[in-house]
């Protein structure tokens, strides 16, 4: 199973924004020098991030972006969902032996399984060890629990 860049930079977001205080706003450019990552790249993730409820943003000046609701209510299993456009791991439906081929099934079958593993997962999970991305970003120490 491979994730697009799309959902790989989705994730770093909301890494990032969840190793934030709560009333923080963190702008896009921060969050592209953090990662090395084109804000332009970044700028679509955001937005479609923002319209899916997992992420509030303010204009302006100061403006940036911050986690709409707590990580540990934010399902990776469901950013996944949301970001990649399809599961299909390969093109069984134009494929001749496809009504024969026990193939179709087993993929199904491990395609569901890797997305209930990260049903498993919250971003609070993810984000267990907070004190490592902060120093990682440059950050000061970060005192959200």
Same mark, same amino acid.
């Given at each position: 199973? +491979?994730?697009?860049?799309?959902?790989?930079?989705?994730?770093?977001? =909301? =890494?990032?924004?969840?190793?934030? $205080?709560?009333?923080?706003?963190?702008? !896009?450019?921060?969050?592209?020098?953090?990662?090395?990552?084109?804000?332009?790249?970044?700028?679509?993730?955001?937005?479609?991030?923002?319209?899916?409820?997992?992420?509030?943003?303010?204009?302006?000046?100061?403006?940036?972006?911050?986690?709409?609701?707590?990580?540990?209510? !934010?399902?990776?299993?469901?950013?996944?969902?949301?970001?990649?456009?399809?599961?299909?791991?390969?093109?069984?439906?134009?494929?001749? !032996?496809?009504?024969?081929?026990?193939?179709?099934?087993?993929?199904?079958?491990?395609?569901?399984?890797? =997305?209930?593993?990260? $049903?498993?997962?919250?971003?609070?999970?993810?984000?267990?060890? +907070?004190?490592?991305?902060?120093?990682?970003?440059?950050?000061?120490? !970060?005192?959200?629990?």
């Amino acid at each position: 199973m +491979r994730l697009t860049r799309y959902t790989d930079y989705a994730m770093r977001v =909301l =890494l990032y924004a969840g190793t934030q $205080d709560d009333d923080r706003l963190s702008p !896009i450019s921060e969050i592209s020098r953090a990662y090395g990552i084109s804000q332009n790249h970044l700028m679509k993730v955001v937005n479609d991030l923002v319209n899916a409820g997992y992420l509030e943003s303010a204009r302006g000046r100061f403006g940036g972006i911050r986690l709409a609701r707590p990580a540990a209510e !934010i399902n990776v299993g469901a950013v996944v969902r949301h970001t990649e456009e399809g599961f299909d791991l390969v093109d069984c439906g134009s494929c001749v !032996i496809a009504p024969a081929c026990g193939l179709t099934g087993a993929l199904a079958e491990a395609l569901a399984a890797f =997305l209930k593993v990260l $049903d498993g997962y919250s971003l609070a999970d993810l984000l267990a060890k +907070r004190a490592d991305f902060a120093a990682l970003f440059g950050m000061p120490e !970060i005192s959200k629990s």
